[in-house]
């Protein structure tokens, strides 16, 4: 009986055509006053906020400091200047290495990333699909081949690269880098293709169609926010790779960029911010780019976007 009133006010409003009123008794209302409001949303995203881009602001900041504000902290605010110069941006595009570099990077996250993808795609569709006794155990055994750390990895995959003359040549990477991309990739397209209907396959194969006719046509095209969240992944870790980048390349002009500013930028015990924060700065930006082109298709696929 005490519904009553509330029901008879909400069959008002829907006689007289006017929008029912909203009851904030439960839910969210709780940030609707404002103290509670700061205190709750506004100063844990702000806190969030500042430690994720203080990186790139101290990057940015010491990329454009004259050499002297950068070694006097005593005289000269660390955290801001008034004389920005663009010395170190000229140097590292027009007095290095560093064009080619970038260069090189492009090429082998592109093709390592591919050529991961690839075989991702093809491996996690038969796991998935082709029914087989030790299809779980298959793809449990990829994802651990990812928990593997590039550490252990790195030194019998220097003496294969060696052993084959690769040594020194990006297609060193390009053959190395798979091994760390697919194990992850697989597992992510796994989970991918299980949100898409099997019904659809069935339709196709009762129609005549072939298993690379469904993959080409049907899966593929569904899978385009997974796929593209794989590439993301892969093209970011190829990107910003290390150990294998320092170990397989040795002459200034095949390395990557997160190797070339290290090595080239560093004299013994003198470093040199200005050009090493400019090179950071320069070569994130490709990333921040594919992510702010496919952020939604990467969340997507993340969460599935398709359901049945």
Not at 230 to 236: D, E, L, N, V, Y
């Amino acid at each position: 009986m005490t519904d009553l009133p509330t029901r008879s006010i909400d069959l008002k409003n829907v006689l007289s055509g006017s929008a029912p009123t909203a009851d904030h008794s439960e839910g969210m209302s709780y940030l609707q006053s404002v103290p509670r409001r700061l205190v709750t949303l506004y100063l844990p995203l702000a806190i969030i906020v500042i430690v994720l881009l203080f990186p790139f602001y101290w990057m940015a900041l010491t990329s454009v400091k004259p050499d002297e504000q950068l070694l006097d902290l005593d005289r000269y605010n660390p955290f801001w200047t008034w004389n920005p110069t663009f010395k170190h941006f000229h140097k590292l595009l027009f007095e290095s290495y560093y064009p080619h570099w970038l260069w090189n990077t492009m090429y082998v996250a592109v093709c390592a990333t591919v050529l991961s993808i690839v075989a991702s795609v093809f491996a996690a569709y038969a796991i998935v699909r082709l029914r087989y006794k030790g299809a779980n155990l298959v793809g449990g055994l990829i994802f651990l081949a990812y928990l593997v750390p590039p550490s252990i990895l790195f030194i019998p995959l220097a003496t294969v690269v060696f052993q084959y003359g690769l040594f020194d040549s990006p297609l060193a990477l390009i053959l190395t880098y798979p091994t760390i991309l697919i194990p992850f990739s697989t597992w992510l397209l796994m989970g991918y293709f299980k949100t898409i209907p099997f019904e659809l396959e069935e339709c196709a194969l009762i129609d005549g169609a072939s298993r690379w006719q469904i993959l080409i046509k049907i899966v593929l095209p569904l899978a385009i926010p997974g796929l593209i969240s794989a590439f993301i992944f892969c093209f970011t870790l190829c990107w910003n790779e290390f150990i294998y980048a320092l170990t397989f390349l040795q002459s200034t002009s095949n390395k990557t960029v997160p190797v070339a500013i290290v090595n080239e930028f560093v004299d013994g015990d003198i470093y040199r911010w200005g050009s090493l924060m400019a090179g950071a700065l320069a070569g994130s930006l490709p990333l921040v780019i594919l992510y702010a082109f496919f952020v939604e298709h990467y969340v997507s696929a993340m969460t599935g976007a398709v359901k049945e």
